[in-house]
Nanobody
Framework: QVHLVESGGGLVQSGGSLRLSCAAS????????VNWYRQAPGKQRELVAH???????TYADSVKGRFTISRDNAKKKVDLQMNSLKPEDTAVYYC??????????WGQGTQVTVSS
């Protein structure tokens, strides 16, 4: 089982940067794929970035070239570096970890607000 805690959200001006962190507790973290999702008010939750167990990454088209996901298995941590932020990036960002026969886990979310 994995417990996830996000941090690093906040208020930033358009064009600014934030770095979100997802800290995991529990065993076998390196066996989990990890995703960052976000949910804006009145909208469905959407996948923002994904990192595989071996570090392969994919991104939503809306954040490609601006966001970078990375993981440190020794520290049981996955970060999301967000640059050139836009007001439309405003959302609650959630960390998600899962794996075959390992379960599916979510953090509590962290608010990101980008002012214009």
């Amino acid at each position: 089982q994995v417990h996830l805690v996000e941090s690093g959200g906040g208020l930033v001006q358009s064009g600014g940067s934030l770095r979100l962190s997802c800290a995991a507790s529990g065993n076998m973290f390196s066996f989990y794929v990890v995703n960052w999702y976000r949910q804006a008010p009145g909208k469905q939750r959407e996948l923002v970035a994904h990192i595989s167990t071996v570090g392969d990454t994919t991104y939503a088209d809306s954040v490609k070239g601006r966001f970078t996901i990375s993981r440190d298995n020794a520290k049981k941590k996955v970060d999301l570096q967000m640059n050139s932020l836009k007001p439309e990036d405003t959302a609650v960002y959630y960390c998600n970890a899962g794996g075959v026969n390992l379960g599916d886990y979510w953090g509590q979310g962290t608010q990101v607000t980008v002012s214009s």
